[in-house]
């Protein structure tokens, strides 16, 4: 029986000319190693979601956003081969300061920017839960449940 749920804070970075930054996992799970995935990471315990995207997104690629400049974009109620049960919350933005540096090689391969509308094949379905919210305005989704 499941006792729990995990939280998790993406973030889009989004930039002028409507792309998002993506990292190429580096992962011993074989259904997310080479795929493509947003900054994001678990909720700590005693931290607000908005610091939480804000510390992920330093500790990823680098860069400090203002937690006023993130907008909530999408929530999830995923669960799935790998994961266990959680709700993700997805933020955006169109500022930072700094530049996009893989900070973490040892769990990504690679960062790169891709047009929200032509996102790469290999992308893992959890976030782009999420990208796919952003682009439809859908501020909810549930992703891997049995229907009801």
Request: charged share 25%; proline share 8%; hydrophobic share 35%.
């Amino acid at each position: 029986m499941i006792h729990r749920h995990l939280v998790d804070v993406h973030v889009l970075l989004v930039d002028d000319a409507d792309r998002v930054l993506l990292s190429r996992r580096r992962d011993t799970h074989p259904e997310f190693d080479g795929k493509w995935h947003l900054p994001s990471g678990k909720l700590d315990a005693g931290e607000s979601v908005l610091h939480a995207a804000v510390r992920e997104v330093r500790e990823e690629v680098g860069v400090l956003v203002e937690p006023a400049d993130l907008g909530h974009v999408h929530t999830t109620h995923v669960v799935g081969p790998g994961l266990e049960p959680r709700l993700g919350l997805f933020f955006a933005t169109h500022r930072w300061r700094g530049h996009p540096a893989n900070r973490e090689p040892d769990k990504c391969s690679e960062l790169r920017w891709f047009p929200l509308d032509d996102l790469p094949e290999r992308i893992i379905a959890y976030p782009a839960t999420g990208i796919a919210g952003y682009r439809t305005g859908t501020t909810f989704s549930t992703h891997g449940w049995p229907a009801p």
